[in-house]
């Protein structure tokens, strides 16, 4: 429901009351006080059809499936102004001697505003229902909200542990590369020194043959 509408009907059902209750009051005043009183009524009433229209414009201006509700609840509240309406004539147009007023209140009057603040119990207890549906829709929409941010946090951490892990894996890459050569590295080496040992080992001997060849001719001579 639009919370245009909302404003503007919380506002009649709070004007309603307390229009039924000054048609209540005005049905024990006379003279100057009851034509006052009746002018206070009369702009009331006018305030509240005022608000009607405005709950009639803002209805046609949403989406029909909302729309075809909202007006329902205005046709209520349309025969709802028109009691007190009804209301404020009789007690305007009556016999001002405070027997007939009476009689007129416990009559035709009080009928009226009985219907009418039936009318507004009803309709306030379905205001206060479709409030408490609008709350819980709100409430919804909130919690989904904050589980789509938290999926989206979720879904941002793991992206950047998914890097972190690409990262991880590439330096690994890295390391097993450098391994690879250090191990071709190493391993050359080791063939060098296996060379070395022999050309050590073969100049070694060459010496031990010649040191022989020149001790056996200088003791043969």
């Known amino acids: 429901m639009s919370e245009v509408f909302e404003g503007y009907e919380r506002q009649y059902c709070e004007a309603s ?8 009051a005005a049905a024990a005043l006379q003279g100057e006080k009851l034509k006052q009183k009746a002018a206070e009524i009369k702009s ?12 009639d414009l803002e209805a046609r201006n949403l989406q029909p499936s909302v729309r075809a509700g909202l007006l329902a609840k205005i046709r209520e509240y349309k025969s ?17 001697q405070q027997g007939a007023r009476e009689e007129l209140l416990e009559s035709g009057m009080a009928d009226a505003l009985g219907v009418s603040a039936d009318q507004r119990s009803r309709l306030l207890r379905a205001t206060e229902r479709q409030n408490q549906t609008t709350d819980r829709l709100r409430d919804s929409h909130r919690t989904m909200l904050e589980t789509e ?16 892990l690409l990262h991880a894996h ?9 391994v690879g050569k250090s191990r071709r590295i190493i391993g050359g080496m080791v ?3 296996d060379r070395n040992k022999w050309i050590i080992g073969l100049v070694i001997a060459v010496l031990v043959l010649v040191i022989l060849v020149i001790l056996y001719f200088k003791f043969m001579h």
Do not use: Y
């Open 17 to 24: 009351a307390s229009l039924t209750r000054k048609c209540t």
């Open 44 to 55: 009331g009433v006018d305030g509240a059809e005022a608000l009607i229209r405005k709950m």
């Open 80 to 96: 709802d102004l028109n009691n007190l309406k009804g209301a404020l004539k009789r007690i305007t147009s009556g016999n001002p």
């Open 149 to 164: 941010d938290l999926g989206v946090s979720i879904l941002h951490d793991l992206g950047q542990q998914r890097q972190s």
């Open 170 to 178: 590439r330096g690994l890459d890295d390391v097993d590369v450098n």
């Open 191 to 193: 063939r060098r020194m």
